[in-house]
């Protein structure tokens, strides 16, 4: 038995002004398969990292209370024999890959281990985690969601009773979610592991977790039955944690009178269809005027490009293949994809970070071979899918501040200090970046990047790991930016900003566009979504699911249909 027992603990990192855990007590039954929910700050990894012992034999800091582990405080064990017992995968997962090909880092653990039958063990985490067929490859071979599995797969050829991911989807399209979710699912209920996540996605909680937890400025609002603590839409978005839409949309129900006080609020599709069906008003639903484009200036072009990274094992493989692309001025283009089809390397290629092997990119015209770096800076800028890529100085008013410095940028100090207000960034100004919350670290890189005022903004995956108000304030400095960068490019696997914020959707798939239009034909077209493993917001599926016609991409236009309103 490997019961968890946290008694009083609190936490402090060197430095801080307030303890990160406060006084906090709970205990992890044996086979639980657990959620962590929160707020970006508080303190959801640090609790994880106590489990492992990270926390405090390599993370040094002011530790009171206890831990245990199979009732050993985790103090009294070495961090080595507590791997053993806790598998981690962090929320960077690659910098956990440290070998060459895939079986040798699924195998790493147990050979540093002494493991006799070390690459044993790696081959039935590899065929559990379903990376049988990559067992020869070299890791950079792999895609982004294949590299999470392996990530996930070197932490549990030990065979550890307990596995702990942060945020194991954040980065990841829908086919490889479900994957990453299947397989835990499997370690839970088939290998009696427990699993514990840090997630976001509460549809994914609602479907597969067994119990959550709610942290809260560091301690433990509740542990409570997974589908009863969906419920709790209000203390959930109190904490900016989003519900399922089906569960928001039902409680509003019942607060605006169209469904009775004591409803059991769904937590899924099979049980929002059984609710909602008899109380449909308008199966019309709302017809909505879509965004017609126009012609305007071009601000960025593809024009038969190829690109292949280089492979030190088998063929090269190819990215883009006689890609062609416009974007012209004015847009808000969303470019979405399985992991893999090339969203990043298309924002890179606008930036003169990668070279076309044929074919040309162009900037305002121009090709971007030709441009200096300080001319490419001037007209685009590129927020990283990784934020901490953005941080080259020890402090983040130092990092926002240091392109404008440079560039001799007049009154640059206070465009900071209202970068850093307008992101919510005041009183973390001195902090070095790198070492911030996952959803501070993005409203910093977020704050880096607008600095310079470009003309194309691109942002890669800019609501990963983000909380609901962390999530609207990236939406509101979207809506900002009209008037100062008006060209924004974002490639994103977050279908509810896509149908929120973008007016046209690129699919992307095998190095080729193969769909081009507004978010109701990209939706619309069962083909592109199941060729791409694309999903749009599980609203938008309730609608069609119990016969609303035209489609409901938000609560308030599925909501108009049961008041038999619409607006256009």
Known sequence: MNKIEIDHLTFTYPGAEEPTLKDLSLTVEDGDFLAVVGNNGCGKSTLCKTLNGLIPHF?????????????????????????????????????????????????????????KDYE??????????????????????????????????GAAALSPDILILDEPIAQLDPAHADQIYEVLKA??????????????????????????LLLKDGKAAWKLPAREAMRRTEELRGSNIFPPQVTIAAGRMVQEGMLPEDTTLPVN??????????????????IRQSFIPTEGEQMAAFENVS?????????????????????????????????????STILKMMMGLIQPEIGSVLLKGRPVRALSKEEIGEIISLVYQNPEEMFIKDSIREDISYAMRV??????????????EMFRLGNLSGRDGRLLSGGQMRRASLAIGVALNPEILLLDEPTANLDIATRREVMETLRMLKGITDTVIIATH??????????????????????????????ADLYVRNQVGIRPPQIYDMGRLIGIENPCFTIDEFLDCFRGECYA
Request: include cysteine; charged fraction near 25%; aromatic fraction near 8%.
């Open 59 to 115: 993370i040094v800091g002011d530790m009171e209370g206890m831990v245990k582990i199979d009732g050993v405080d985790t103090r009294e064990q070495e961090i080595g024999s507590l791997a053993k017992k806790a598998g981690y995968v962090y929320q960077d997962f690659e910098n956990q890959i440290v070998c060459p090909t895939v079986l040798e880092d699924a195998s790493y653990a147990c050979l540093n281990y002494a493991v």
């Open 120 to 153: 044993a063990r790696g081959k039935e985490a590899l065929r559990i985690c379903g990376l049988s067929s990559k067992i020869s490859d070299y890791v950079w071979q792999l895609s982004g969601g294949q590299k999470h599995l392996l990530a996930l797969a």
């Open 187 to 212: 370690w839970n209920e088939t290998y009696h592991k427990t699993i514990i996540v840090i997630e976001h996605h509460t549809e994914y909680i609602a479907k597969y977790c067994k119990h959550v």
């Open 269 to 286: 599709l099979e049980e929002g269809k059984n609710l909602f069906e008899g109380y449909l008003k308008n199966r019309t639903g709302c």
């Open 307 to 343: 690109v292949k990274y280089r492979a030190v094992k088998g063929k090269a493989p190819k990215i883009l293949d006689h890609f062609n692309l416009t974007i012209q001025k004015g847009e808000k283009v969303a470019l979405i994809g399985s992991n893999g089809a090339g969203k």
């Open 407 to 420: 560039r001799k940028i007049p009154e640059y100090e206070k465009r900071t200090d209202d970068l850093l």
């Open 494 to 523: 977050d279908m509810q900003l896509v149908c929120d914020w973008a007016e046209r959707v690129i699919v992307l798939s095998g190095g080729r566009v193969i769909a081009d239009g507004t978010k109701e034909q990209i939706f």
